[in-house]
């Protein structure tokens, strides 16, 4: 038997986050799970429902009636996680070499040329790129960082069309396109347009995974696999990612400062378990929204995050202090 308590909050975005979505506050909640052997962890639930998610109110009011959706199946694993590593007094960082982060640049309208110096001098290598909404921009920044020798991952976030992708990929030297690691959900998935996408450049694919018949034995038409513990089976994406030749990239997702860390942790413990099978992680996101007492207790060292002090994904204190409510 589980008791679940939760804390609703909301976050204030620094700028809009991607090409589906604009500034407005973000609500989500934090879960504290207890288990009847005393163990308690924490995890967060994050819904976006302009990318399909269930709604916050509809997955608790759900939860209340002991309906439990694949979001939440996936925070109650994660508090176990946390709950495992809290009842033995260690912390995320105890469970392998930490892992580094792309930096994420969510509007190619708010980043300026004098940041890329920035970006070199804390030693990030690789920058995710939210591209879309203004590919003359964004195509200029992707020019900006290939010169300055940054390895690329550009995020559609399925909002191209064939045209606009293939035309937005023309304009690269083959030196460009050499130094884009992947391209994320170009397009919704189909296998027929992909291929031809992955033709081009090295596709990964995020979004639709119900969309893959993952028992082909023919190649699929990607080469790496996103991992966003918060919605989606760990077990069941590495397996996938082993049997198809396919690389991993676990990403937080754009969440609360517990959410970054649960999936930082899960990002570790890969790392440490399949070294080969893992890329760099995309956990550096709590930066897209402005300061509370959370994010003020994360550090970073470039790529880097340095976690909160405690067990668990840490915050300890935080945690306890906060007005949970019961279902
Ligand atoms: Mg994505």
Redesign the pocket.
Known sequence: MINISFFQYQLLPRQAL?AVTSVQPRSGALLRVKWSDGRCGYADLHPWPELGDISLQEQLTDLRRSKISTQVEQSIWLASQDAHLRSEKKSIFDMGANVPNNFLIADAGNFSRSEIEQLKEKKFTTVKLKVGRNLSAESKIVHQLADAGFKLRL?F?GVATWTTFENFFKQFSSRVLQQIDYV??PFPYSTELWQRGQKIVPL?L??DEGLVNWESVDSLPFSHL?LKPAITDVDKSVARAKKHGLKLTV?SYMDHPVGVLSALGVAISLNSKYPHLMNEAGCMTHSLYQFDPFQAELDAEGPLLLGSKGTGVGFDHLLEQLPWQSL
């Open positions: 991607n995020d976030n994320e959900d990964a995020d979004r996103i990403t």
